[in-house]
């Protein structure tokens, strides 16, 4: 009687359900934590709709004997409108990628406990949430190059302030990329705002010591990181 209540498919379903909760809900604390766009309740709810999609799948397929994958390969198809909305494009930095695929981990960990593969879907959960805390530890040792973006306000002498801040940025190893004046064309102007784009490295580069700096020169007013 116990094992055709715990091998019955209303039983299987709730215990899916909820392990694929709990799954997901790890992967989404994770996120949460780092106050990304999509943190626990939208992992937690993505990974047990994958979950009831397969169970969806599974008992149409014993009512109407339909196949079974074709609602969970729409399911794929579809949460890439979901990732899109957790990805932002700053400039020359774009942000949400790891978050978007981090969703798509969390679908297909719960479309893997949907159809009771738990070995996988439990071991893919361990895997993502390792690669997702630790991961910037071991980046953080390798050498890559940071973009930096600057919105700097001048209020006077602007030629010989900007060469200053150009010196500056020289001595501090940033590398020039980009180099915007608003008001470049009105000689008349005595204060002007400056866009600087550059690149640097972040073993060689303290940014808040570069910030502070760059706000110590002279005529500067202020100094803004887009």
């Known amino acids: 009687m116990i094992l055709e209540i715990i091998n019955s498919f209303w039983f299987q379903g709730i215990l899916r359900l909820v392990l694929g909760f709990v799954l997901s809900g790890i992967i989404g604390m994770e996120r949460s934590s780092w106050s990304k766009p999509a943190g626990f309740r939208t992992h937690a709810l993505l990974g047990i709709s994958s979950v009831l999609i397969v169970l969806c799948g599974e008992y149409m397929a014993k009512t109407y004997d339909i196949d079974p994958s074709r609602i969970p390969a729409q399911l794929l198809s579809g949460i890439g409108f979901v990732g899109a909305g957790t990805i932002i494009r700053d400039g020359f930095n774009v942000k949400g990628l790891t978050t978007a695929t981090g969703l798509l981990a969390v679908t297909c960990i719960g479309l893997s406990i949907g159809a009771g593969y738990y070995l996988g879907g ?64 009105n000689k008349s102007t005595k204060d002007e705002t400056i866009s600087i784009v550059g690149h640097y490295n972040k073993r060689n580069v303290k940014k808040n010591e570069l910030l502070r700096k760059i706000t110590s020169i002279d005529n500067v007013g202020s100094v803004l990181e887009e």
């Open 122 to 185: 439990i071991v893919t959960t361990l895997i993502a949430y390792t690669v997702l805390s630790y991961s910037y530890k071991i980046s953080e040792k390798l050498d890559h190059f940071h973009v930096l973006q600057l919105e700097i306000f001048i209020n006077k002498d602007i030629n010989q302030t900007l060469t200053k801040i150009e010196k500056c940025l020289s001595e501090s190893k940033v590398e020039i990329k980009q180099i915007k004046r608003e008001n470049e064309k």
